[in-house]
């Protein structure tokens, strides 16, 4: 593993290209040593780094308190602040996130098909790592140690490109990681860390397909959505999460009220949170109040069509932009339908197909929700907040993916990997 | 399903526009009612469409026949010409290809994975269709019913755009597959045929990933770099199969000589013949001259570095660009190595990750190179002709992905396939 360290805020172009051309070639080779590494050397790596975190928390610490030394500079808001802190328990959490890593079946090997044909051939369908990967994302020191970990135990290489202003803190833990690796035997270039802020290595690497095997962005929208339309490799994302819940027309109303109250509020700056409720007209004028107190104590704004007005007199209007938008704060946008049908109808224009539910006791209707709701996951009397790596039994994540191709919903180990067919005969020829 | 005609050469910037329009929404329309669709309509129509190419194989040979008259105008080869000339033989052909498809289990709403969490949420994992398909062929007709009957058994609507050429020939094999929708209860538009040969409505669609989930281009190198250049949604594709035979120090000769031979000249021009040779050094002198007389008698031209030159001193020295060329043709580069390590080496540096083939019978090596070739399909002991969606156990095929994420290998049901999450409680929320 190593630092690519280059002091300097800028590059020459010809620096730009032969940093990046070091970068992609140490990654190549060390994934070739990955592809074959035993189960073992990748689990005690593991281990000592989880270990390593510990033992050297003061240092990490004090790295850490020289980028949140810095974050106002650099116009951070609190809650960016927030989550560029590190404290003894945000460490052993990284720490433990490590030790729960090593104790995950590894993914490589695994058949996952075949058999023999009527030709005599013998057919492995085996996974197989996918190769290297280009991980960028943003502020929050933990994302550094946590792909590293998932990339590594599914058998890929890793350059991880952090912000600036988490540098510190991220190459402190990388350090420690290296000194792991070195001594579990695993190749010293398996992760590769960017040093330099230097926006161009971004866009060099982005291009480099013949290196870089799949991109994963963590952030912001719009940093997503430049890194889609440079890359010239696989991008594994989501946009965002404008989720729904339906409380349908045989709705247990007391639960659908504590699933919307706990979709809405339980943590609203994430993916997986409630944005959006799409009520059934026949229980609108029972439901809309209870539910509309119980998130009003907790300081959501409520903002609804014409016939959630009716009922909620003084809740605010709801644009047609309402119907579109992450809030990703405390603001809920409510909707009246007259069927199951236009309740799908309205989710599929307007959502973003990452996590819907349905609040029904009826199970011809829950199974139909299900079924035409095209999202990543749909929820059945359950909150949204559900769609999650750890709660859907992965282990771990490294993000969800809204895409349909590969993986969708929470990527973990396995989703990292790709698989061959080993094709075993005897002399077969094909007549 | 319908044929969208127009029959201008040309459209208007707007008409372009429009056009691709109703083709999109129609298709997203479509897609809707075939993800929820019962496999006994699926099979019913797969039937019947086989049933309407038998008995109007006449009309259909007349349609193809005024295709065949405008080829050479065209500027077609003779072998473009013959891959787009049909017979009966290749109409029964098609609907014997038909029957299969029916035969075949339906893949949507196969549980994947899940179970109960210790939360008590029950997940499943359900392999679901993609939605809509975008499908860019060349010449050959057969290829309009094939990709439109995997498309619809997998649940995905299609948009399909032959080639000038086969026009007439593939409106008429629509138009019966089109009425065995009617009769089966399809909707009209699972399938659309674009008539007109307006390239800017390729252009359009490409950009429409709010429409289209996939695109599948096959045909010549350039047109799926176009593709790739272009289009804003995932494209499923191999670009070239420069395949490689590797005899090693303990290959069984006589079988490795059947290999090769059959593995270059069983059909020269597809993508998994092969069209490199690696030799290891040990063998070499006794192996290269059975292998050059064998494949002399076939036609075959021989191209060598320094080494195979001293053995076979009538070679064809080869230059570093043959390493590197599918050749689609009588022509095989060869080099020797000193060890099993230096031929995958080369395998890795020069070959496009399709299939590569050992012929040994030390199976530590056979697996070794299992392993380390970083390829699509690995063949141990038998041909690389093998790498076929038939041969492979898929049943049927609408190419072969050389890419890593989502599919590798022989793309059949599965693969136009996705999943997502159904997470069930009972009134769950999140702590």
């Not at 500079?73 to 927030?82: F, H, M, S, V």
């Not at 109303?253 to 959006?276: D, F, H, P, Y």
């Not at 035409?372 to 992965?394: K, P, Y």
Request: glycine fraction near 8%; proline fraction near 4%.
């Amino acid at each position: 593993m190593a630092i690519a360290s280059k002091n300097q805020d800028s590059f020459q172009a010809e620096d730009v290209a032969g940093y990046c051309r070091r970068l992609g070639e140490r990654a190549e080779r060390a994934s070739r040593l990955l592809r074959d590494m035993a189960t073992a050397n990748k689990n005690d790596w593991l281990l000592r780094s989880a270990d390593g975190l510990l033992d050297r928390m003061g240092w990490i610490l004090e790295a850490n308190a020289r980028d949140v030394a810095q974050a106002s500079e650099l116009g951070l808001t609190p809650a960016a602040i927030d989550r560029l802190t590190l404290n003894p328990d945000r460490v052993a959490a990284m720490a433990k996130g490590l030790r729960s890593i090593a104790a995950l079946p590894d993914p490589v090997g695994e058949i996952l098909g075949g058999g023999v044909q009527p030709s005599g051939l013998q057919i492995e369908k085996v996974r197989v790592p996918l190769g290297v990967l280009f991980f960028i994302y943003e502020s929050r020191p933990n994302v550094t140690v946590d792909a590293a970990a998932i990339a590594i135990k599914s058998g890929n290489a890793i350059i991880l490109r952090g912000g600036k202003e988490s540098l510190q803190s991220s190459s402190a833990l990388v350090a420690i990681l290296a000194e792991a690796a070195r001594s579990a035997g695993l190749p010293q270039d398996a992760m590769q860390f960017v040093e330099t802020p230097d926006r161009n290595v971004v866009g060099e690497l982005l291009q480099r397909s013949d290196w870089i095997d799949l991109v994963i962005p963590r952030g912001g929208e719009s940093l997503i959505r430049r890194v889609v339309s440079e890359a010239k490799m696989p991008v594994l994302k989501h946009y965002a999460g404008n989720c729904h819940v339906y409380v349908d027309e045989y709705a247990d109303l007391a639960k659908a009220c504590e699933i919307v109250v706990n979709a809405k509020t339980q943590r609203m700056g994430v993916c997986n949170a409630a944005e959006s409720l799409v009520v059934h007209g026949s229980v609108a004028r029972q439901f809309l109040p209870m539910a509309a107190e119980a998130l009003r104590s907790r300081g959501i704004e409520l903002r609804g069509d014409a016939r959630v007005l009716e009922v909620l007199t003084d809740a605010v209007p709801a644009t047609p932009a309402d119907w579109s938008t992450e809030y990703l704060g405390p603001i809920l946008s409510i909707c009246v339908v007259d069927s199951l049908e236009e309740a799908i109808e309205h989710i599929q224009r307007y959502g973003s197909h990452h996590t819907d539910a349905i609040v029904t006791q009826d199970i011809t209707r829950a199974r139909q929700f299900a079924r035409q709701v095209d999202s990543a996951a749909v929820m059945i009397n359950c909150s949204t907040r559900f769609h999650d790596g750890g709660e859907l039994g992965l282990g771990a994540e490294i993000g969800i993916s809204t895409d349909k191709l590969h993986a969708r919903g929470p990527c973990g180990l396995k989703e990292l990997t790709t698989y061959k067919y080993i094709v075993t005969g005897e002399g077969h020829i094909r007549g």
